[in-house]
């Protein structure tokens, strides 16, 4: 991943793929699931090859990324993921335990 000016962008390259019926991106909880699935088939006289790939990836988000703010392209075999940051959520804060 990189970020570019306040939006981290993950790319993959999956050549040979049709984006509207072979990947799915999704997002819960702070984790984008990418998956994609090559089927390819390639006929001659007396043969038929068939070729079959997965991709499955999951990647934790950064803290302050933005859920409601993801849009994600496929252009030229590569697939982009850009998704939006919000300002930055503040540290942990510690809470002190008392005793009784």
């Known amino acids: 991943y990189i970020e570019e000016g306040g939006t981290y962008v993950l790319r993959a390259e999956l050549p040979g793929i049709d984006p509207k019926k072979d990947v799915t991106v999704t997002v819960a909880d702070g984790v984008l699931t990418v998956k994609a699935e090559r089927r390819d088939e390639t006929k001659q006289e007396h043969r038929t090859e068939f070729r079959y790939g997965a991709f499955v990836r999951t990647i934790a988000l950064p ?27 503040p540290e942990p804060k510690q809470i002190p335990v008392n005793t009784g």
């Open 63 to 89: 803290a302050g990324a933005d859920e409601d703010d993801i849009a994600a392209t496929y252009t030229d075999g590569i697939l982009e993921i850009r998704i939006g940051m919000r300002e930055a959520k």
